[in-house]
């Protein structure tokens, strides 16, 4: 099965600071996708940012952007600017056409 | 378009009673999950419907949790007899598949069932 790890249980920005979460995944597919989701308290999951495996360049949306190495199966996500709404928890998941799995999350922090 | 709906939004029980919950996915949506998330984890995949076919169930514990998706459209989680560790938030997400192209899941707001 694939497996999803996020190693930074909790990480801290100041506003308008930059900050980088970073995950890691094991799969023998080639044909997947990757998503980070912003999780606030009210438990909605919100799709923060999208990546298919076959494309090379980073996906960018605003403020968000990600660092994909496929070879060392990388997907960070890079917030520029954070801002306080950001807070939240942050999962990052693989999505095949077989399976959809999440990590365990970041916990992010932004301070005023 | 209306997103993922979901009922009941919480619900307490006690152990060893059942429960059911309810999700109806974004119309037209082929692909439902079904999500476990214990308080401080990630979303842990339950069981995958394809239309009203299991993808993937090797996570849903079968000797007490069942789902169904009979017309291909609603599905229902049931648990019966629920257990302490059965606490968590119950995610319903749907997506839409084109051709070999994959699209983001959409989620509901979930169900936080209680056992005590």
């Known amino acids: 099965a694939q497996t999803v790890t996020q190693s930074q249980p909790e990480m801290s920005v100041q506003e308008a600071e930059t900050v980088t979460l970073s995950c890691t995944y094991d799969t023998s597919e080639s044909d997947y996708y990757l998503f980070w989701y912003k999780q606030p308290p009210s438990r909605q999951m919100i799709l923060v940012i999208r990546q298919e495996a076959y494309k090379q360049q980073n996906a960018t949306e605003n403020r968000f952007s990600v660092n994909f190495q496929k070879a060392a199966k990388s997907f960070s996500l890079k917030i520029s600017d954070s801002q306080l709404g950001d807070a939240a928890m942050y999962f990052c998941a693989y999505r095949s056409i077989m399976d959809m799995r999440f990590g365990a999350g970041t916990r992010l922090t932004v301070k005023p | 378009e209306a997103g993922v709906a979901q009922s009941p939004r919480y619900k307490i029980i006690e152990k060893r009673q059942s429960v059911a919950f309810w999700c109806n996915p974004i119309?037209?949506?082929?692909?439902l999950y079904w999500y476990q998330q214990i308080l401080g984890q990630g979303p842990k995949l339950l069981i995958q419907f394809q239309n009203n076919g299991v993808v993937d169930d090797s996570q849903l514990p079968k000797d007490r949790f069942s789902a169904e998706r009979l017309k291909g459209v609603d599905s229902t989680l049931k648990i019966q007899p629920a257990k302490l560790e059965d606490s968590a938030v119950y995610l319903c997400a749907s997506s839409s598949i084109t051709g070999v192209s994959n699209t983001e899941a959409f989620f509901g707001q979930g169900t936080r069932l209680t056992v005590v």
């Open positions: 119309s037209g949506h082929a692909t």
